[in-house]
Nanobody, 123 residues
C-alpha cells in the first residue's frame, strides 16, 4: 500500500490550500483515512479523519470550522480543504490509512502513511 500526498505550498494567512492523498496497492473498503500534521519541534498531531462511508467526519478543535476532509472512494483519494489558514497551521501534513470502520484519532491505529507535504503559512 502506498499513499501519495500532494498540494502543499506557501500561502498567506487567511488563504486556502487543498491537499490530496492518493492511495494505491490495496483494497480500501473499510479503511479509515486521516490527516495528521507535525510542526517543527512538536509531536505529530491529529487533524481530521473520515470513515469509508464518509459520514460524520471528525476534526481536531484547532481546525474545526476551517478544514474539511472528504474522500472519493472510486479514486481512492482523500482530500483536505484548508481555509482561513493561520501561521500556526504551518507544518508537514501527512495522510494515513488503517483498517477501521469507525473514526480513529490515534496515530498508532494507522498502518500506512504518506510521505508528507509541507504547508507554510506566512503572516
Amino acid at each position: 500500500v502506498q499513499l501519495q500526498a500532494s498540494g502543499g505550498g506557501l500561502v498567506q494567512a487567511g488563504g486556502s490550500l487543498r491537499l490530496s492523498c492518493a492511495a494505491s496497492g490495496g483494497v480500501f473498503s473499510g479503511y479509515v483515512m486521516a490527516w495528521f500534521r507535525q510542526a517543527p519541534g512538536k509531536e505529530r498531531e491529529f487533524i481530521a479523519s473520515i470513515t469509508w462511508s464518509g459520514f460524520s467526519p471528525y476534526y481536531a478543535d484547532s481546525v474545526k470550522g476551517r478544514f474539511t476532509i472528504s474522500r472519493d472512494n472510486a479514486e481512492n483519494t482523500v482530500y483536505l480543504q484548508m481555509n482561513s489558514l493561520k501561521p500556526e497551521d504551518t507544518a508537514v501534513y501527512y495522510c494515513a490509512t488503517g483498517r477501521s470502520y469507525v473514526i480513529r484519532t490515534s496515530a498508532a491505529v494507522y498502518e500506512y502513511w504518506g510521505q508528507g507535504t509541507l504547508v507554510t503559512v506566512s503572516s
